[in-house]
Structures are given as structure tokens and as C-alpha cells.
């Protein structure tokens, strides 16, 4: 029988949504999806971005590329489609190259062939009951997974406050034989990183490098 995949992902919702935040969802969000990109386009992934403040960062840096945010959590999609539309409901034309995937990412990555110069995940839910360990979506076989989808010279870069998680990480690289650096990087905000959780001084960052084989 074969090993059914344990779902620490899938579309979630919160408190109730605004009218006009229903409204982006049932207009404006099927406009963006990751659909039909092109192939000699760069592309960024941030994986579970939140409200999308450092997605929306990310697209005004780069406003060559496509910048992928993956979400399952609808507050997080309206939040976001509310940030990047105007007062006549159009994406603003700093945020045209954000495409929104407002589901579990795993399944985005099973349909598409895209290979990505950077992954960003910050924050991802640390599940810190050693019960629930095994909900971490960070293991070593989707870190491989995502090093493969990685450019020439591209990179996973991962920030957490919780830092047993991040130590997990780490072994979970190992174990999956990738390489990584611990740089000393510049505190990345955002809501999510403003509650810090585990009460700790400041998050901790890794980058995954692609494989040189």
C-alpha cells in the first residue's frame, strides 16, 4: 500500500472575510495564478508568505522577474491581493509580476517545471510538540526536493525565530546532503516575525545552495 503524504498544508480559513476581500479572491486572484510562465523569465518562490509584506518587497526589487507567493491560508491570499490593488480593484503596476498560489505548494511543484533563483521561507510553523515534530514541512526529502527546482547559483533561503527548529533544519540538510551557509543577515520583517513566538532575541537564517551536480 502506498505511503499516503502527510498534509501539513491545505486551503485554511480564518476569521471572516471582508466583502471586498471576497471579492479579490472570486475577481482578482484567478487574473494572477502561476500559470502558463514563461521559461526565459527569472522566478522567485516564497513559500507561506504570510500577510505578503516581504513578497511585496521582493516584487518591487525585482520587477523583471516572476515572484510566486504559495499560501494556503485565505487570510494571509486577501491580505495580500487588499496590499497589491488599487481603490478601482486593479493590481497595482509595482505588483504585476506577483502570482499567487493559494494552496499547499507541494501541489503547485508537482505541476509545474519551473526552477527558481531564489525560495524564501520564513517563518514556516515550527510545530514545537514533539508529537507533532513530524508536521514540519522543512525534512530532508522536500528540501532535496526544492534543491533541485534551484538555478544555477540559486538558493533556499529559510528564517526562523524558534531556534531547536532551526538546528532540525540544519540536520535536515545534512541528512539530505545539501550545502548551506549560516550568514549573519539583517533582521527580515514581517508580521509574523513581530510576534516571535518563541521569545527569542532574533530569528536565525540558512541558506540551501544548489547542487553543484
Known amino acids: ?38 521559461a526565459n523569465t527569472g522566478k522567485i518562490l516564497e513559500i507561506g508568505f504570510g500577510a505578503g509584506e516581504h513578497l511585496r518587497e521582493i516584487a518591487r526589487q525585482n520587477p523583471g522577474k516572476i515572484i510566486i507567493g504559495a499560501e494556503p ?19 497595482r503596476d509595482e505588483y504585476k509580476n506577483i502570482r499567487i498560489f493559494a494552496d499547499d505548494v507541494r501541489d503547485f511543484l ?13 517563518h514556516p510553523d515550527p510545530w514545537p510538540k514533539a508529537r507533532h515534530e513530524k508536521r514540519r514541512l522543512l525534512h530532508a526529502d522536500f528540501l532535496h526536493q526544492l534543491s533541485n527546482r534551484l538555478t544555477k547559483n540559486g538558493e533556499i533561503i529559510i528564517g526562523t525565530d524558534h531556534w531547536e527548529y532551526y538546528d532540525w533544519i540544519i540536520n535536515q540538510s545534512r541528512i539530505a546532503d545539501l550545502t548551506y551557509t549560516t550568514p549573519d543577515i539583517k533582521t527580515i520583517r514581517t508580521r509574523y516575525q513581530q510576534k516571535n513566538m518563541a521569545g527569542t532575541q532574533t530569528p536565525k537564517y540558512l541558506i540551501i545552495h544548489a547542487p553543484t551536480h
Not at 494571509?76 to 497589491?84: E, M, P, T
Open 1 to 38: 500500500m502506498e505511503k499516503q503524504e502527510l498534509r501539513t498544508f491545505g486551503r485554511r480559513h480564518g476569521k471572516k472575510l471582508s466583502a471586498r476581500q471576497t471579492m479579490l479572491i472570486d475577481r482578482i486572484l484567478p487574473t494572477i495564478l502561476p500559470t502558463n510562465l514563461p
Open 73 to 91: 491560508f485565505m487570510n494571509g491570499v486577501a491580505s495580500l491581493l487588499s496590499a497589491i490593488t488599487n481603490e478601482l480593484n486593479a493590481v
Open 110 to 122: 508537482r505541476n509545474t517545471d519551473s526552477q527558481f533563483e531564489q525560495i524564501w521561507i520564513l
